[in-house]
């Protein structure tokens, strides 16, 4: 790169971080924020390139924030330093939307329920199973993983979440799990775990609100699937 370059590339950098200051994140474009992140951890080359680049692939900030680190690395220009930032910003973001969202913890509408599944598993690679304990109103007790990766494995999870559940004195159980590679259709596992842990929490005085299935923009809801559709285990 030749002097003057330089200075025009620097002069560029400096006058985006004086927006951001004087404007706030408000006043910038999704791609233009993701110009001014990657200044930290790229110092020379043209981030804004590079934004574009990765807006073009994932399409959105959400859709970014769910790949993972080796699909990130594919876009030219992102390297290891970049990847941890990225994941890093995502992670601090979604602690600080955890902080603000403790204050309302009814999950009384599918709504809330799917913003709160949404929430829990953004940005996962991999699939994660929770179990949120709650009262008789809806108002939640606890948030626990119960299980993460490949799950084959039903009555492991059905006891975990069982002796949970007595332990935190729960009346109602709710069941969410993500799939990362997309889609909601529940698979025969997820159906048999459902009417599993279903039966299970009857014997002990709770009930099972529902299990749901997201994938970041659709979602399944198993327990009314198999209401409505009479799926019996011998299926």
């Given at each position: 790169?030749?002097n003057?370059?330089?200075?025009?590339?620097?002069?560029?950098?400096?006058r985006?971080?004086k927006?951001?200051?004087?404007?706030?994140?408000?006043?910038?474009?999704?791609?233009e924020?993701?110009?001014?992140l990657?200044?930290y951890?790229?110092?020379?080359?043209?981030?804004?390139?590079?934004?574009?680049?990765?807006?073009?692939?994932?399409?959105?900030?959400?859709?970014?924030?769910?790949?993972s680190?080796?699909?990130?690395?594919?876009?030219?220009?992102?390297?290891?330093?970049?990847?941890?930032?990225?994941?890093?910003?995502?992670?601090?973001a979604?602690?600080?939307?955890?902080?603000?969202?403790?204050?309302?913890?009814?999950?009384?509408?599918?709504?809330?329920?799917?913003d709160?599944?949404?929430?829990?598993?953004m940005?996962?690679?991999?699939?994660?199973?929770?179990?949120?304990?709650?009262?008789?109103?809806?108002?939640?007790?606890?948030?626990?993983?119960?299980?993460?990766?490949?799950?084959?494995?039903?009555r492991?999870?059905?006891?975990?979440v069982?002796?949970?559940?007595?332990?935190?004195?729960?009346?109602?159980v709710?069941?969410?799990?993500?799939?990362p590679?997309?889609?909601?259709?529940?698979?025969?596992?997820?159906?048999?775990?459902?009417?599993l842990?279903?039966?299970e929490?009857?014997?002990?005085?709770?009930?099972?609100?529902?299990?749901?299935?997201?994938?970041?923009?659709?979602?399944?809801?198993?327990?009314?699937?198999?209401?409505?559709?009479?799926?019996c285990?011998?299926?």
């Amino acid at each position: 790169m030749r002097n003057n370059d330089k200075s025009v590339h620097h002069g560029h950098r400096k006058r985006l971080k004086k927006k951001f200051a004087d404007l706030g994140g408000g006043a910038f474009d999704d791609h233009e924020l993701l110009e001014l992140l990657l200044f930290y951890s790229i110092p020379r080359s043209n981030t804004n390139e590079i934004a574009h680049r990765l807006m073009e692939r994932f399409g959105s900030i959400n859709r970014m924030a769910e790949a993972s680190s080796d699909e990130l690395k594919l876009v030219d220009g992102i390297g290891d330093n970049s990847v941890a930032l990225l994941r890093l910003v995502l992670m601090l973001a979604k602690r600080y939307a955890n902080e603000e969202r403790r204050e309302v913890k009814r999950l009384n509408s599918i709504e809330a329920i799917v913003d709160y599944a949404n929430f829990h598993t953004m940005g996962a690679v991999r699939e994660l199973v929770y179990a949120v304990y709650m009262d008789e109103n809806l108002n939640v007790i606890d948030t626990n993983l119960i299980a993460s990766g490949t799950v084959n494995e039903v009555r492991p999870m059905v006891r975990t979440v069982l002796e949970l559940c007595i332990l935190k004195r729960s009346t109602a159980v709710l069941i969410f799990h993500n799939h990362p590679n997309g889609g909601v259709e529940p698979s025969h596992d997820d159906i048999l775990f459902t009417k599993l842990i279903e039966r299970e929490l009857k014997m002990i005085g709770s009930d099972l609100v529902e299990h749901i299935i997201v994938d970041g923009k659709d979602y399944f809801a198993v327990k009314n699937h198999i209401k409505n559709t009479n799926w019996c285990q011998s299926h």
